[in-house]
């Protein structure tokens, strides 16, 4: 199976940066669409970002203009680069990535792993 693991999370102060990245692995696969979620406590997950084979790009509205969804398929990475993050931004972020049979992770909380967390505070 795929295994997807997001790094890059941390402590940040209002107004501070972080980059995200994801690393798809495992059996012999081709990606398609790569996306970034994230979830507070007490919150449904929600989508963050999505970006295409194209290279086209979705964001929700609540960070656009401040975040920055990339790829590297050379790697089977996807990152997100954050910046002005605001108290709001803090959750739990995770990837998912599609593939020629869907969605690596699906709708369930089983196969969406730890996620890496994103605290901004002072």
């Known amino acids: 199976q795929v295994q997807l693991v997001e790094s890059g999370g941390g402590l940040v102060q209002p107004g501070g940066s972080l980059r995200l990245s994801c690393t798809a692995s495992?059996?012999?696969?081709?990606?398609?669409?790569m996306g970034w979620y994230r979830q507070a406590p007490g919150k449904q997950r929600e989508l963050v970002a999505l970006?295409?084979?194209?290279?086209?790009?979705n964001y929700a509205d609540s960070v656009k203009g401040r975040f920055t969804i990339s790829r590297d398929n050379a790697k089977n990475t996807v990152y997100l680069q954050m910046n002005s993050l605001n108290p709001e931004d803090t959750a739990v972020y995770y990837c998912?990535?599609?593939?020629?049979?869907?969605?690596?992770?699906?709708?369930?909380?089983?196969?969406w792993g730890i996620g890496t967390l994103v605290t901004v505070s002072l």
């Open positions: 495992g059996s012999s696969f081709s990606i398609s669409t």
């Open positions: 998912n990535v599609q593939i020629s049979t869907g969605w690596v992770r699906g709708l369930g909380m089983d196969s």
């Open positions: 970006i295409f084979n194209s290279g086209s790009t």
